[in-house]
């Protein structure tokens, strides 16, 4: 599934113009995310990436950074859809 979405999210990138700035370093954050975890699983059999943060007292979450990138990259490609869909011209 994961090698599937790599390979969908790399022929969307071929459909990006040079000027999607955003949206480019969106989709560099997901397929980093998304190879990450592959690798992981594929090497280790399992995803080991996570990260426990404490602070004094504070006990934050845990996180996966792989799967953080992925979340970032997608919050960035929303945000250029919702960017470029008002800019684009109502003309047609």
């Known amino acids: ?54 602070w004094r007292s504070y006990h934050f979450w845990v996180f996966n950074v792989a799967d953080s990138a992925i979340s970032i990259g997608v919050a960035l490609m929303i945000l250029d859809m919702l960017w470029t869909g008002t800019h684009v011209s109502k003309t047609a």
Not at 6 to 32: C, D, E, K, N, S
Request: net charge neutral.
């Open 1 to 54: 599934v994961a090698t599937c979405a790599l390979a969908g999210v790399a022929f969307y990138a071929r459909t990006l113009g040079h000027g999607q700035v955003i949206a480019r370093i969106g989709l560099a954050l997901i397929v980093g995310g998304a190879a990450g975890n592959l690798i992981d699983r594929l090497v280790i059999g399992s995803v080991v990436d996570f990260v426990d943060v404490y």
